[in-house]
Structures are given as C-alpha cells and as structure tokens.
C-alpha cells in the first residue's frame, strides 16, 4: 500500500526517519536580505536536531519520543503548509521517497546520520541547552522574552534557553509531578548502526 495522505505518511515513517526529515526541512536554506533562500551546510540542519535532543532531555517533554516531539502541532513548521507550501511538499516528497526505500539526496543522507547518532545517545549539545528557535528575519515571539536567553545564532536561526512557558511541553502541575523522578534515557525507539555524529563548527562550510 502508497502511503498517500499525511497522517499515513508520517505513520509509514520510523522515528529516525521523521528526525532526519525535520532537521532537513527545517534547517536547509535561510533567507538573505540581499540573496533571497540560500542554501545551509549540514551542520544548520544538526542545529534542528540538538534542539529536539534537548527537548527530548528535558524533564518536560520526557513523556513524548523524539517522533512525537518532531510531529507536536505548531513546533516545527516544515509539517504544515501553513509554514510554508513550497517547504511542506518537498518534505512530503523526500518522506515518501524514504519510504518507498530510495536513495535519500546527499545533505538528507546526512540528517539520517545524525538520527543515527541521536538514537545511540552520541549526540553532543551544542547549544547550550536550547530548546527553541526562530528565524531570524521574523519577529521574536512571546516566548523570546525573559526569563529565555539567547544562546547562539547561525544560518538564519536564532535558538533560545531557559524558555518558561514551552507550548506542548508538560502543564506545570504534571511537571512538578515529573519532576520527582530522575531523567529517563532519551527515546527515539529506533535501531542504530553506530554511527558517529557528523558537526562542523559555525564558521566551516559542508
């Protein structure tokens, strides 16, 4: 059976699969105010992914796996038109190529690598405990606002810690609830090869 709709898209996928699929939509161009869309090095796209590891790690998103994190409503906007249609139907295009067992482009076979190294627990934050970001050439929202501290910005993304109201994370009497218990191991339900992961540092080019 072709997975045709969405929802039977994304159910077709594997957790590593749909992380690979984020990061790639997510980070692969910015836009240049003198430019227009520019293409991103992989290592913009690894930014999309310590941001769900982090979230992943972080007590109020401990119920959800990374699949769900990546797929929760108004997170990651590559899922919906409304983030942009150009951007949705080429994630839905490269999603349904994955499924079907096609070989993934160069910069994706990358993301699945990087899932790879996320499922074995390889992943080093770099981002200082970022659990959110936003375009650069957007306004900051609500969320941006102190407590929220900025931490690093890089190839169109400006990604934030210390946000105290995180939309789909855990209301504050589950937390507190969650709170009690130690973190549990980060859960992406996916089989791994070993992989290394793959990091440039922001000022090299992949």
Same mark, same amino acid.
């Given at each position: 059976m072709i997975a045709t709709? &969405?929802? *039977?898209?994304?159910?077709?996928?594997?957790?590593?699969?749909?992380?690979?699929?984020?990061?790639?939509?997510?980070?692969?161009?910015?836009?240049?105010?003198?430019?227009?869309?520019?293409?991103?090095?992989? !290592?913009?796209?690894?930014?999309?992914?310590?941001?769900?590891?982090?979230?992943?790690?972080?007590?109020?998103?401990?119920?959800?796996?990374?699949?769900?994190?990546?797929? &929760?409503?108004?997170?990651?906007?590559?899922?919906?038109?409304?983030?942009?249609?150009?951007?949705?139907?080429?994630?839905?295009? *490269?999603?349904?190529?994955?499924?079907?067992?096609?070989?993934?482009?160069?910069?994706?076979r990358a993301c699945l690598?990087?899932?790879?190294?996320? !499922?074995?627990?390889?992943?080093?934050?770099?981002?200082?405990?970022?659990?959110?970001y936003y375009a650069t050439?957007?306004?900051?929202?609500?969320? !941006?606002?102190?407590?929220?501290?900025?931490?690093?910005?890089?190839?169109?993304?400006?990604?934030?810690?210390?946000?105290?109201?995180?939309?789909?994370?855990?209301?504050?009497?589950?937390?507190?609830?969650?709170?009690?218990?130690?973190?549990?191991?980060?859960?992406?339900?996916?089989?791994?090869?070993?992989?290394?992961?793959?990091?440039?540092?922001?000022?090299?080019?992949?």
């Open positions: 709709s &969405q929802r *039977e898209i994304t159910d077709a996928l594997s957790p590593a699969q749909t992380l690979a699929l984020t990061m790639w939509a997510e980070g692969r161009a910015r836009l240049d105010p003198s430019r227009g869309w520019v293409a991103n090095p992989v !290592a913009a796209m690894a930014d999309i992914a310590n941001v769900v590891v982090n979230r992943a790690r972080d007590v109020r998103w401990r119920r959800l796996t990374v699949k769900e994190i990546c797929l &929760q409503p108004a997170q990651f906007s590559c899922w919906r038109p409304i983030g942009g249609v150009g951007n949705y139907e080429a994630l839905m295009q *490269e999603a349904r190529r994955l499924i079907a067992g096609e070989d993934p482009p160069p910069a994706l690598e990087i899932a790879a190294a996320c !499922a074995a627990g390889t992943f080093v934050d770099r981002l200082n405990g970022a659990t959110h050439w957007s306004p900051a929202p609500r969320w !941006a606002a102190p407590p929220a501290r900025a931490v690093a910005e890089r190839w169109g993304h400006r990604f934030c810690a210390g946000v105290r109201r995180a939309r789909g994370a855990l209301p504050n009497r589950e937390l507190r609830e969650e709170m009690r218990h130690e973190l549990v191991p980060l859960r992406l339900e996916a089989h791994t090869h070993g992989t290394a992961v793959f990091l440039v540092d922001p000022g090299e080019s992949v």
